[in-house]
C-alpha cells in the first residue's frame, strides 16, 4: 500500500514538473529552430549571390537538413525604376501613371523613343520633345526606353525591373520565423515583431583612383518553379545570365524602387542609404556631400539620386537572374 502511494506521489511530481517545464521547453525548441532557420537563411543567401555570378546555364545543387523549413516564392516582391541622363545637357523626365509613358524634356531636345523587353520593340517620335506613350509590353517583365534626339544618339534610359524572391519559413510553438531573401538582402521576422534587414541590396557608391564618382547597382531576379516545395528536398539553382542595363557616363540619376507587402523594408533602406545626406543636412550644408540623398522631397516619396545632382559619374546597373528548382 505504502509503494503504490509513493509511486502514485512520485508520478504527480513528475506531472507537475512537465507542466512547468514545458513552456521552457517550448522556448527550447524554439530558440534552436530559429537558429536553424537563420543558419539555413544565411547559407541559402550566399550561395543564391554566387549563383547569381556564375555564367548563364551553370549553378549548384544544395542539400538542406533544416526539414521542417519550406521555401515560398515571393512574386513581384519589389519593383525597380532607374534613370538617367547620358548625353548633353538636357534633362529627360519619364513619368509612368496607369500604364502610359509621360516623357519631358526641358530643352525640347528628345526626338524620339524606342522600347525594348523580352518580348517587345517598339520606336516612337515625339512632339517638341514630349509626348505621352501607350505601350503593349507587359509590366511584369523588365522593359528599358532609350530616348533619342534628333541625331539618334541615346541622351536618357529609363528602366524597369520587377524582381521575384523567396522566403524560408520555420515553423515555431506559435507562428513561424519567416526569412525573406530579395535582391540580395535577408529580411527575417519573428512573430508578433517587426521585421530586421540583416543584409541589403547592393547598392554601392565610390571614387575611383582617378577621382571619378561611380555608381553600382546588381539587381537579383530569384525566381522559383512552383507554388512551394519542402526544404528536405534537393534544390537546384541555375544562373539565367545577366542583363546591363547602364555601363556608361551618366548624370541626374533617379533610383524609385517599389515594394510590396504591409512591413516591408523601404524605410529601413532609405534609412541605410541617406543617413550621411541627412547629417550633412543637419549641420546645414551639404554643398560638398558625395552620395545618396532623397531626389526631390526629402521624404524620399520622388526616390534618390546622386549628390551632387548635376555632377558626372559611371554608372552601373546590371540584372542577374536565377532559377530555383
Same mark, same amino acid.
Given at each position: 500500500?505504502?509503494?503504490?502511494?509513493?509511486?502514485?506521489?512520485?508520478?504527480?511530481?513528475?506531472?507537475?514538473?512537465?507542466?512547468?517545464?514545458?513552456?521552457?521547453?517550448?522556448?527550447?525548441?524554439?530558440?534552436?529552430?530559429?537558429?536553424?532557420?537563420?543558419?539555413?537563411?544565411?547559407?541559402?543567401?550566399?550561395?543564391?549571390?554566387?549563383?547569381?555570378?556564375?555564367?548563364?546555364?551553370?549553378?549548384?545543387?544544395?542539400?538542406?537538413?533544416?526539414?521542417?523549413?519550406?521555401?515560398?516564392?515571393?512574386?513581384?516582391?519589389?519593383?525597380?525604376?532607374?534613370?538617367?541622363?547620358?548625353?548633353?545637357?538636357?534633362?529627360?523626365?519619364?513619368? *509612368? +501613371?496607369? $500604364?502610359? &509613358?509621360?516623357?519631358?524634356?526641358? #530643352?525640347?531636345?528628345?526626338?524620339?523613343?524606342?522600347?525594348?523587353? =523580352?518580348?517587345?520593340?517598339?520606336?516612337?517620335?515625339?512632339?517638341?520633345?514630349?509626348?505621352?506613350?501607350?505601350?503593349?509590353?507587359?509590366?511584369?517583365?523588365?522593359?528599358?526606353?532609350?530616348?533619342?534626339?534628333?541625331?539618334?544618339?541615346?541622351?536618357?534610359?529609363?528602366?524597369?525591373?520587377?524582381?521575384?524572391?523567396?522566403?524560408?519559413?520555420?515553423? *515555431? +510553438?506559435? $507562428?513561424? &520565423?519567416?526569412?525573406?531573401?530579395? #535582391?540580395?538582402?535577408?529580411?527575417?521576422?519573428?512573430?508578433?515583431? =517587426?521585421?530586421?534587414?540583416?543584409?541589403?541590396?547592393?547598392?554601392?557608391?565610390?571614387?575611383?583612383?582617378?577621382?571619378?564618382?561611380?555608381?553600382?547597382?546588381?539587381?537579383?531576379?530569384?525566381?522559383?518553379?512552383?507554388?512551394?516545395?519542402?526544404?528536405?528536398?534537393?534544390?537546384?539553382?541555375?544562373?539565367?545570365?545577366?542583363?546591363?542595363?547602364?555601363?556608361?557616363?551618366?548624370?541626374?540619376?533617379?533610383?524609385?524602387?517599389?515594394?510590396?507587402?504591409?512591413?516591408?523594408?523601404?524605410?529601413?533602406?532609405?534609412?541605410?542609404?541617406?543617413?550621411?545626406?541627412?547629417?550633412?543636412?543637419?549641420?546645414?550644408?551639404?554643398?560638398?556631400?558625395?552620395?545618396?540623398?532623397?531626389?526631390?522631397?526629402?521624404?524620399?516619396?520622388?526616390?534618390?539620386?546622386?549628390?551632387?545632382?548635376?555632377?558626372?559619374?559611371?554608372?552601373?546597373?546590371?540584372?542577374?537572374?536565377?532559377?530555383?528548382?
Amino acid at each position: 500500500m505504502g509503494v503504490t502511494m509513493l509511486l502514485a506521489m512520485v508520478i504527480s511530481t513528475m506531472a507537475g514538473v512537465m507542466v512547468v517545464m514545458q513552456p521552457f521547453m517550448q522556448d527550447l525548441t524554439d530558440n534552436r529552430d530559429w537558429s536553424s532557420g537563420t543558419v539555413a537563411a544565411t547559407q541559402f543567401n550566399d550561395r543564391l549571390l554566387v549563383a547569381a555570378e556564375s555564367p548563364a546555364g551553370t549553378g549548384m545543387v544544395i542539400h538542406s537538413q533544416h526539414i521542417s523549413d519550406t521555401i515560398k516564392p515571393l512574386r513581384m516582391a519589389e519593383i525597380w525604376q532607374i534613370s538617367a541622363d547620358l548625353f548633353g545637357n538636357d534633362r529627360v523626365t519619364i513619368e *509612368l +501613371s496607369g $500604364g502610359v &509613358f509621360n516623357i519631358t524634356s526641358l #530643352n525640347s531636345s528628345a526626338a524620339s523613343v524606342s522600347i525594348t523587353g =523580352p518580348s517587345i520593340s517598339e520606336q516612337w517620335d515625339l512632339n517638341e520633345g514630349m509626348g505621352d506613350i501607350i505601350t503593349n509590353a507587359s509590366m511584369q517583365q523588365w522593359i528599358k526606353i532609350d530616348v533619342k534626339d534628333s541625331n539618334g544618339i541615346i541622351i536618357h534610359r529609363w528602366i524597369q525591373t520587377p524582381l521575384d524572391g523567396i522566403q524560408l519559413r520555420t515553423p *515555431l +510553438s506559435v $507562428g513561424s &520565423f519567416d526569412v525573406n531573401l530579395i #535582391n540580395g538582402a535577408r529580411i527575417q521576422q519573428l512573430p508578433n515583431q =517587426p521585421i530586421e534587414v540583416e543584409e541589403y541590396p547592393r547598392l554601392h557608391h565610390d571614387i575611383d583612383l582617378d577621382g571619378k564618382m561611380r555608381v553600382s547597382i546588381m539587381l537579383l531576379d530569384a525566381d522559383i518553379a512552383g507554388a512551394e516545395q519542402s526544404m528536405s528536398m534537393s534544390l537546384d539553382i541555375e544562373s539565367k545570365g545577366a542583363i546591363t542595363f547602364f555601363d556608361e557616363n551618366a548624370r541626374n540619376l533617379r533610383i524609385s524602387p517599389e515594394f510590396t507587402g504591409v512591413d516591408n523594408p523601404e524605410s529601413r533602406y532609405l534609412r541605410q542609404w541617406t543617413d550621411s545626406y541627412d547629417l550633412h543636412r543637419a549641420t546645414g550644408d551639404s554643398s560638398d556631400y558625395f552620395g545618396f540623398g532623397p531626389k526631390g522631397r526629402v521624404s524620399g516619396a520622388e526616390g534618390m539620386t546622386l549628390h551632387p545632382i548635376e555632377a558626372a559619374f559611371h554608372l552601373d546597373v546590371v540584372l542577374q537572374q536565377v532559377v530555383i528548382s
